[in-house]
């Protein structure tokens, strides 16, 4: 069994654990706490089968401050199931809970991540395959645009394990430089754009025409 398959299979199980419980809730197996758990546990088991698939579901900001309230939640479950005196139906919930929300937890967190092609859009997707094919000739795109009191000078260069885009931007008399590195090609394309006034257009323009490895694209 390869990793998809277990991750497939995972994501089975939990959601037939989350059946029992709504089967557990409507025998009258729990009380309001145990409807809210269930309710966590339905969200982020929709999350898992996302992750499983390597789809997209709801925003990806969603899912790191989920994995966190689970994180704490399974953490305090424990302690409660510990330090309380709990009856067995109780005791239970919280011992299942803490079972239950700890490896979400984990994968939510990884799954949150935004440096996946997963939650890039089909014209981010377009533009990384885009610039991909321009980093395979160019070890390094250097280009520079200004617009208005907005300008910006960006070097990317490909790297053994990712990528690497080094901003310069001037905004309204402020001047600032930044570098981030990115496993994904299309989550550098979200980053130079939203950071900055350039788009992938414009590097794809100031790399049609000349062999030179930098150009100043300045709009006037």
């Not at 409807?35 to 709801?58: D, P």
């Not at 239950?100 to 377009?126: H, K």
């Not at 617009?147 to 001037?170: P, Q, W």
């Amino acid at each position: 069994m390869n990793l998809h398959r277990a991750y497939l299979l995972f994501a089975a199980i939990y959601s037939l654990l989350i059946i029992v419980g709504v089967v557990a809730l409507l025998l009258g197996g729990g009380n309001l706490f145990s409807l809210m758990q269930l309710g966590i546990g339905m969200l982020a088991v929709l999350g898992l089968w996302g992750y499983s698939l390597g789809k997209s579901v709801m925003n990806q900001r969603t899912w790191r401050p989920l994995a966190l309230v689970l994180a704490i939640g399974s953490l305090g479950q424990l302690l409660m199931a510990i330090t309380l005196s709990l009856s067995p139906t109780q005791l239970t919930w919280m011992l299942a809970g803490a079972i239950f929300f700890m490896p979400l937890a984990v994968i939510l967190y990884q799954y949150g991540d935004r440096d996946q092609a997963l939650w890039a859009t089909p014209e981010e997707r377009d533009d990384a395959n885009h610039l991909k094919v321009l980093l395979d000739t160019q070890p390094e795109l250097v280009v520079e645009k200004q617009e208005a009191d907005r300008r910006a000078r960006v070097r990317i260069a490909k790297l053994k394990d990712g990528y690497r885009a080094n901003v310069n931007r001037r905004l309204a008399g402020t001047e600032e430089q930044f570098e981030e590195r990115f496993s994904c090609l299309s989550t550098l394309v979200f980053f130079v754009e939203k950071f900055t006034c350039l788009t992938t257009l414009d590097i794809q323009k100031a790399y049609a025409h000349l062999p030179s490895k930098t150009h100043s694209n300045v709009e006037r």
